[in-house]
């Protein structure tokens, strides 16, 4: 600011997103939701290994609760299905102006809210207006509206967005919009109590929320007026487990349908096996190594207690020198994942950098101690090096204690740091621990991550200083609590830059940036990893099409286009009462869809993040 991690986009989350939902340990791999057997109509079971920070659109960070998000209300456009590009969807059509400073947008007519109220411009237009009046309505989405300077509804089917400069991704807006006449009369979006107007069963998009319970439920039903027609299935159940391990367990046994956010040797120990399909997507998210510099607010306080010494540039090239990224896609991805360059993976190829060889910082240990001698790092007795004023390199490592991923990074990590004379203590903690470490900056090192849209803008805000929490924490939508005049530069006129060509080009200048100035180590693009019960469903609708991802996108194509066995010529069916069940247990970081809810809590890690 996937699947359900997906745009994603967006979501302030900070670090390695894989949660962590206190919970009996006698019933964390116990799903609640009802046994297959005993299940009547059409019923979608989705196994949710991560958490749920908020059910208000405007404050949903994480990507799982963005998603429901997705599920419950219509956007402007959407990304497709085929090439995750920008269609219609509340609008049918958008229109800019010659000097490209005005957008007008057709509302689509017939499109009622869930209860029978019609959707219109107007609806819109006081979504973006309370944005642009409310800091909070900003935390989830802000940098959508940062540029917009009035938002009005001239008629029911007419919305005009006027920007202060020319901004480019006006196309996709990954703003849900959400109806008037119920969030009109909130007047603190901080309030937990806003979570409850989410399952109050107003939507208009493909599913409904009908009830919740923290952190063992959600539910759903088919929205049977969805203007794009019902989904096929009456129900959608989204179950939590303590783990992946647990999920995985699951799916063997038929008590879920779909699970995602695999590891390699799950992956692998699933293909094969009797009813269930694998699907392996290149993924959309980043995983990173992100260094605590001296972070501050927007008001350029500093935040935490991070090692002084990471403040010094080279010693974050050294620890850049230090860590082999190709080790890490070979061993702890077993080469179901890319090497990591810039903050744009490579599934977005117009957008996607990676550094030249001119440019890329190499694994080479001895390269690395030479920088640190350099710089006046001298080794002592026990191999720790010191900083000139006599302060020991010694560095916390805190990243996710139930993600096998952050287990195998860690370890490799501080093998490599020892070997430069940096003692490295691992710390891997809890979903909202680490959440709380490294949006507050109490953190020296943090293996964390992003999903990201197929507009770069979003991954690219990330980083600019206007993403940065104010004192009190309001708003702010950082990965890396970044803030540089020439980045901030260059993202700016990626923003108003019309020719493609030129864009990009600004695009991977900003990251070519970052990159130069090691405030995080983009280590990897990992797969989409998942796997479906095939003798219970036919198939889903993948993004983009033919080989992508079945729940890790930038949309609800997956689940909205699930389709039962033995139905696949079917009419489209009805609603019925649709069941998001969560199994009470730790929760797993990153996934594209949500779980475990949290409602308290604003910031959440950077994995579970959009």
């Given at each position: 600011?996937?699947?359900?991690?997906?745009?994603?986009?967006?979501?302030?989350?900070?670090?390695?997103?894989?949660?962590?939902?206190?919970?009996?340990?006698?019933?964390?791999?116990?799903?609640?939701?009802?046994?297959?057997?005993?299940?009547?109509?059409?019923?979608?079971?989705?196994?949710?290994?991560?958490?749920?920070?908020?059910?208000?659109?405007?404050?949903?960070?994480?990507?799982?609760?963005?998603?429901?998000?997705?599920?419950?209300?219509e956007f402007l456009t959407i990304p497709n299905a085929e090439k995750a590009e920008a269609s219609p969807a509340l609008a049918e059509s958008w229109t800019p102006s010659p000097d490209k400073l005005t957008w007008t947008f057709k509302i689509r007519t017939g499109v009622k809210w869930s209860d029978g109220k019609p959707v219109t411009a107007k609806d819109a237009a006081f979504?973006?207006?309370?944005?642009?009046?409310?800091?909070?309505?900003?935390?989830?989405?802000?940098?959508?509206?940062?540029?917009?300077?009035?938002?009005?509804?001239?008629?029911?089917?007419?919305?005009?967005?006027?920007?202060?400069?020319?901004?480019?991704?006006?196309?996709?807006?990954?703003?849900?919009?959400?109806?008037?006449?119920?969030?009109?009369?909130?007047?603190?979006?901080?309030?937990?109590?806003?979570?409850?107007?989410?399952?109050?069963?107003?939507?208009?998009?493909?599913?409904?929320?009908?009830?919740?319970?923290?952190?063992?439920?959600?539910?759903?039903?088919?929205?049977?007026?969805?203007?794009?027609?019902?989904?096929?299935?009456?129900?959608?159940?989204?179950l939590q487990f303590k783990d992946t391990e647990a999920a995985v367990n699951a799916l063997k046994q038929g008590e879920v349908d779909v699970i995602n956010r695999l590891n390699p040797n799950q992956f692998a120990a699933l293909q094969g096996q009797q009813g269930i399909t694998t699907n392996a997507a290149p993924g959309r998210r980043y995983d990173e190594l992100a260094m605590n510099f001296g972070v501050q607010d927007n008001a350029n306080n500093p935040i935490g207690d991070g090692n002084p010494v990471l403040k010094d540039i080279n010693v974050r090239k050294a620890i850049t020198q230090a860590v082999d990224t190709q080790?890490?896609?070979?061993?702890?991805?077993?080469?179901?994942?890319?090497?990591?360059?810039?903050?744009?993976?490579?599934?977005?190829?117009a957008y996607h950098w990676d550094p030249s060889d001119s440019e890329k910082v190499k694994f080479d240990l001895a390269a690395a101690n030479a920088t640190l001698e350099q710089a006046g790092y001298k080794k002592g007795p026990d191999g720790v090096r010191t900083a000139p004023g006599g302060a020991k390199l010694e560095l916390r490592l805190t990243g996710h204690s139930n993600r096998s991923y952050d287990q195998g990074v860690a370890q490799y990590v501080s093998g490599w740091l020892k070997d430069i004379g940096i003692s490295v203590k691992q710390d891997l903690v809890s979903d909202d621990e680490l959440s709380d470490r490294t949006a507050t900056g109490k953190y020296d090192l943090a293996i964390g991550g992003y999903g990201t849209n197929p507009d770069p803008d979003y991954a690219l805000s990330l980083h600019t200083c206007a993403a940065r929490p104010s004192a009190d924490a309001k708003g702010g939508s950082t990965d890396t609590f970044f803030c540089d005049a020439q980045y901030d530069d260059l993202y700016k006129k990626q923003l108003t830059e019309t020719d493609d060509a030129k864009r990009a080009e600004y695009v991977k200048q900003a990251q070519a940036r970052l990159y130069s100035q090691y405030p995080t180590i983009v280590l990897d693009y990992q797969n989409a990893l998942e796997a479906y019960r095939s003798d219970k469903f036919s198939g889903f609708t993948t993004q983009p099409q033919p080989k992508g991802a079945i729940l890790e996108q930038t949309g609800y194509w997956g689940v909205y286009g699930a389709t039962p066995a033995g139905t696949e010529n079917a009419a489209d069916s009805g609603s019925g009462n649709t069941v998001l069940w969560i199994v009470i247990g730790a929760v797993v970081v990153v996934v594209l869809v949500g779980g475990g809810i949290a409602l308290s809590r604003r910031n959440k890690t950077s994995e579970d993040r959009e």
């Open positions: 600011m996937g699947w359900f991690l997906v745009q994603f986009q967006r979501r302030l989350g900070r670090f390695a997103r894989v949660g962590a939902v206190a919970a009996a340990a006698t019933l964390a791999a116990i799903p609640l939701a009802v046994p297959a057997q005993a299940q009547q109509g059409k019923v979608l079971r989705v196994a949710l290994t991560t958490g749920i920070d908020h059910l208000n659109p405007f404050t949903a960070v994480l990507a799982a609760s963005t998603q429901i998000g997705r599920f419950t209300f979504t973006f207006n309370r944005m642009l009046t409310d800091e909070n309505a900003r935390t989830a989405n802000g940098n959508y509206v940062a540029n917009f300077e009035t938002v009005t509804a001239p008629d029911d089917t007419t919305l005009v967005i006027k920007t202060k400069t020319v901004q480019v991704n006006m196309n996709l807006l990954d703003v849900p919009i959400v109806p008037q006449h119920i969030w009109e009369q909130v007047t603190d979006l901080k309030d937990p109590k806003t979570d409850e107007l989410a399952i109050a069963g107003v939507s208009d998009g493909p599913y409904q929320v009908t009830e919740f319970k923290p952190n063992e439920y959600v539910k759903f039903k088919a929205n049977k007026d969805y203007w794009r027609g019902a989904p096929k299935v009456d129900e959608l159940q989204l080790a890490i896609v070979d061993k702890v991805l077993k080469g179901l994942g890319q090497v990591g360059g810039g903050v744009v993976p490579a599934v977005y190829s």
